[in-house]
């Protein structure tokens, strides 16, 4: 049995449901809202690369070290995201949260949070995970802006980690949250997401 089974995860008008082939068109969609394959330190496809992007998560999840799921809005069914497991280690229950990318249209709303905290909860509650964890490029600092705002903590920087799309290497940033953090982690993300909108 895998340690991170198909699942279907919902809350406040947002799915996150398991990343198929037939997501290619809704993939390409939501990537084209704000041209997002253009930013240098994201991993969003390049229209043409999307069925692409899918085969490698999808060949990904088979191998057992990554889980990817796309985002919806649950009222019109429409793709507007991804997000994904990754870097499994079921021996010692850790996961990573990456490969997280979202339409503009939907940025600086709630979907980040509540996908985060769907994906938080599956990993700590469910999978019994000790350990969560996240990795950004050291130059992607609404990135890491956004994964401090959720409680990580920053581990530190590994240096000369991985190749940009551009070509060039990235140093990476490596943020964790251990399950005894999770509860008042938990509940500070309930409180924003139920905080009124201005």
């Not at 049995?1 to 990343?19: C, D, H, K, N, Q």
């Not at 704000?34 to 991993?43: D, F, P, Y």
């Given at each position: 049995?895998?340690?991170?089974?198909?699942?279907?995860?919902?809350?406040?008008?947002?799915?996150?449901?398991?990343?198929?082939?037939?997501?290619?068109?809704?993939?390409?969609?939501?990537?084209s809202d704000?041209?997002?394959?253009?930013?240098?330190?994201?991993?969003v496809p390049?229209?043409e690369q999307?069925?692409?992007?899918?085969?490698?998560?999808?060949?990904?999840?088979?191998?057992?070290?990554?889980?990817?799921?796309?985002?919806?809005?649950?009222?019109?069914?429409?793709?507007?995201?991804?997000?994904?497991?990754?870097?499994?280690?079921?021996?010692?229950?850790?996961?990573?949260?990456?490969?997280?990318?979202?339409?503009?249209?939907?940025?600086?709303?709630?979907?980040?949070?509540?996908?985060?905290?769907?994906?938080?909860?599956?990993?700590?509650?469910?999978?019994?995970?000790?350990?969560?964890?996240?990795?950004?490029?050291?130059?992607?600092?609404?990135?890491?802006?956004?994964?401090?705002?959720?409680?990580?903590?920053?581990?530190?920087?590994?240096?000369?980690?991985?190749?940009?799309?551009?070509?060039?290497?990235?140093?990476?940033?490596?943020?964790?949250?251990?399950?005894?953090?999770?509860?008042?982690?938990?509940?500070?993300?309930?409180?924003?997401?139920?905080?009124?909108?201005?």
């Open positions: 049995m895998a340690f991170v089974e198909p699942v279907t995860l919902a809350s406040r008008g947002v799915e996150l449901r398991p990343m198929t082939l037939e997501d290619e068109a809704g993939l390409r969609a939501a990537a704000g041209a997002l394959w253009n930013i240098r330190v994201t991993s390049e229209p999307t069925r692409k992007y899918i085969e490698d998560a999808l060949a990904m999840r088979e191998a057992g070290n990554r889980f990817p799921f796309v985002a919806v809005d649950a009222a019109t069914g429409k793709v507007i995201g991804s997000s994904s497991y990754h870097d499994i280690v079921p021996a010692l229950k850790r996961v990573e949260i990456g490969w997280t990318w979202y339409a503009k249209s939907v940025q600086r709303s709630h979907v980040n949070t509540t996908c985060k905290l769907l994906l938080m909860t599956h990993a700590f509650e469910t999978l019994g995970c000790h350990v969560v964890g996240w990795r950004t490029d050291n130059f992607n600092f609404a990135s890491q802006a956004a994964i401090e705002r959720l409680g990580a903590r920053k581990d530190g920087v590994i240096r000369g980690h991985a190749l940009r799309r551009d070509g060039t290497i990235r140093d990476t940033v490596m943020y964790s949250l251990r399950s005894g953090e999770w509860p008042e982690v938990k509940a500070q993300l309930l409180h924003s997401l139920n905080r009124p909108r201005a």
